[in-house]
């Protein structure tokens, strides 16, 4: 019924920059917030950036504050990730996520939509 689609991934080299976009398919929803998560091979899912679409309030992994910046469109139900001055530890398949209700924004249990994910590899 919904689908989220995330794009904008690639390969970049350390010091780069890259912007993510996730887009709704199908039924429009009034989301309460969309965050960011991110997989390493490897590694647990990790939650990397949220913004509440009512407010526009910001949160990011300590990992990324100051590096990457999360903003939405409301005429365009779309949420962008700008990612700036990577590193290779960024590197993981980036999965946008969003639900009418987040308590949590932090808590990928809080979301209910999930896209399939797009590859940053972030490499020399």
């Known amino acids: 019924q919904v689908q989220l689609v995330e794009s904008g991934g690639g390969l970049v080299q350390p010091g780069g920059s890259l912007k993510l976009t996730c887009a709704a398919s199908?039924?429009?929803?009034?989301?309460?917030?969309t965050g960011w998560f991110r997989q390493a091979p490897g590694k647990e899912r990790e939650f990397v950036a949220a913004?509440?679409?009512?407010?526009?309030?910001?949160y990011y992994a300590d990992s990324v504050k100051g590096r990457f910046t999360i903003s939405r469109d409301n005429a365009k139900n779309a949420v962008y990730l700008q990612m700036n001055s990577l590193k290779p530890e960024d590197t993981a398949v980036y999965f946008c996520?969003?639900?009418?209700?987040?308590?949590?924004?932090?808590?990928?249990?809080?979301?209910?939509?999930w896209g399939q994910g797009t590859q940053v590899t972030v490499s020399s």
């Open positions: 199908g039924r429009t929803f009034s989301w309460s917030a």
């Open positions: 996520a969003a639900d009418r209700f987040v308590g949590n924004v932090y808590t990928a249990n809080h979301y209910t939509y």
């Open positions: 913004i509440r679409w009512s407010s526009g309030t910001a």
